[in-house]
């Protein structure tokens, strides 16, 4: 085999027409670009698809984080977070606290930050998860199902806690986190301590083996402080009510 890389990035494009003439193209300008314009266009095209398959959603960069907001925050772990060293572990990733302190935002960006570096990636609520799985009537369809959810370099579950869950979710959520274990790697928000999951999945037998399995080698971050969403809308209101305030004078 000739010891060219430009043939061997062709051969590993699958550029079957351009490898099989190679001998009459080898040496022109245009072959590298052209093997570089077709890398290219792969690459946006795979993180486009990977992009709509990961149902992340829109989201504010973390840029737009204000650190000043929360009463507690580990600014440290949660920007080492973004190194993303956690899924060459396979390690989990649990964010506690209240609604709107930026649980979701962080997730969101992490999900965005793992498919740009090549992770497959799926984003969803425990609301959608455990109702679509619950909702499945064959064993078949489960198992299917399951392979979908344990599949990924990184599932992202948002918003545990909100909701509450019987028997058969707490145990289709144990199920899945088991397949993932030491594998790959599990992003959770929940506005509610591991002490209180017993209230999420109410006589659910497999709580205390569910958090094992999640929290074992895992970055567990807590942050704490009221809702910066409800501060905005309070000051979208103010902003408003001065607006008007100003017409009225304006008018008179």
Request: include cysteine; proline fraction near 3%; hydrophobic fraction near 45%.
């Amino acid at each position: 085999m000739i010891d060219d890389p430009l043939l061997h990035r062709a051969q590993a494009l699958h550029l079957h027409g351009l490898v099989a003439h190679w001998a009459e193209v080898a040496g022109q300008p245009w072959v590298e670009a052209l093997i570089g314009w077709e890398a290219q266009e792969r690459q946006r095209r795979s993180l486009e698809r990977r992009l709509q398959a990961a149902h992340i959603g829109s989201f504010k960069p973390v840029c737009d984080f204000d650190w000043s907001w929360p009463k507690r925050c580990d600014r440290a772990a949660l920007e080492a977070l973004m190194t993303l060293d956690f899924l060459k572990e396979a390690a989990n990733v649990i964010l506690i606290g209240p609604n709107g302190v930026g649980k979701s935002l962080w997730a969101q960006n992490l999900a965005h930050q793992a498919l740009l570096l090549g992770a497959t990636v799926l984003f969803t609520t425990a609301g959608q998860l455990l109702g679509e799985l619950a909702a499945l009537d064959s064993d078949s369809a489960l198992r299917r199902r399951l392979r979908h959810y344990a599949a990924p370099d990184l599932l992202v579950i948002d918003e545990v806690g909100y909701l509450s869950y019987g028997n058969r979710h707490a145990d289709l959520l144990f199920e899945l986190v088991s397949r993932r274990y030491q594998a790959h790697s599990t992003l959770i928000t929940t506005n509610r301590p591991f002490a209180e999951w017993g209230e999420v999945f109410p006589n659910a037998a497999c709580v205390v083996s569910l958090i094992d399995r999640l929290i074992h080698n895992a970055e567990v971050i807590a942050i704490e402080g009221e809702s910066y969403r409800l501060k905005e809308a309070k000051e979208r209101s103010e902003q408003r009510a001065k607006r008007r305030r100003k017409k009225t004078e304006d008018n008179l």
